[in-house]
């Protein structure tokens, strides 16, 4: 069974902070990872997508990517009360096959 | 630049009436598409996905249908509605090769009464 573990949370953090929000993933083979930004009411909107070990930047958004641990993980830097929605990680585990979704994390940036 | 559309935004139907809801696709060719369901405060649950005209993949054994008459027009359907399958629909696409990002449309809020 694949899976794609995420702490529901919510996730409180006051505006300015970073915000840390992780996933890790049960296949091994898995080889594309992404984030999506869910507001209450709305679609997945894709924000973030990371193929590689390491980090990739956009803006504010930091994609941090460990295979030999399974783990990938979103960093919002001078967290704004804009950023407050669910986000959800999705793993491509192999070939051209659906994306699998972790349950989401749901983040509260306070002012 | 491709687009997706998905009709209608909100729908209320009784118990035991006929659903369909439609999904289409533009700026792209051959595209995956997929149907998913989401429960209020719930994760993202697979319904269906196609990779072609006539292919339908499902994920879940229920009294919904999926049909894919056209490359870029992804249809999901009911003959008679239950109570538990109220919830929000979403459709999305995705290039038609490995290791793509999946793109949502708007959604649709179906209520059963």
């Known amino acids: 069974q694949k899976e794609v573990e995420q702490n529901s949370g919510p996730l409180s953090v006051p505006e300015g902070a970073i915000a840390s929000l992780n996933c890790t993933y049960s296949?091994?083979?898995?080889?594309?990872f992404f984030w999506y930004r869910q507001y209450s009411g709305k679609s997945p909107e894709l924000i973030m997508s990371?193929?590689?070990?390491g980090d990739k930047e956009d803006g504010r958004f930091t994609a941090q990517l460990n295979k030999a641990s399974q783990y990938v993980s979103l960093l919002i830097r001078d967290s704004q009360p804009s950023d407050s929605a669910t986000y959800l990680c999705a793993v491509n585990v192999q070939g051209n096959t659906p994306l699998v979704f972790g349950k989401g994390t749901r983040l509260s940036v306070i002012a | 630049s491709q687009t997706i559309h998905q009709w209608p935004a909100t729908l209320v139907q009784p118990v035991g009436s006929p659903l369909s809801l439609e999904c289409t696709v533009e700026?792209?060719?051959?595209?995956?598409l997929y149907w998913y369901r989401q429960a209020a405060g719930r994760g993202l649950q697979l319904l269906f996905y196609s990779v072609g005209i006539g292919q339908i993949s499902s994920e879940v054994p229920q009294n919904l249908s999926a049909s894919r008459p056209q490359d870029r027009q992804f249809i999901l359907s009911s003959k008679k509605l239950l109570l538990s399958d109220s919830g929000f629909y979403l459709c999305?696409?995705?290039?038609?090769?490995?290791?793509?990002?999946?793109?949502f449309g708007d959604g649709t809020r179906l209520s059963i009464l």
């Open positions: 990371i193929y590689s070990n």
């Open positions: 296949d091994r083979v898995s080889q594309s």
């Open positions: 999305a696409w995705s290039a038609g090769v490995s290791n793509q990002p999946q793109h």
């Open positions: 700026g792209t060719s051959n595209p995956n």
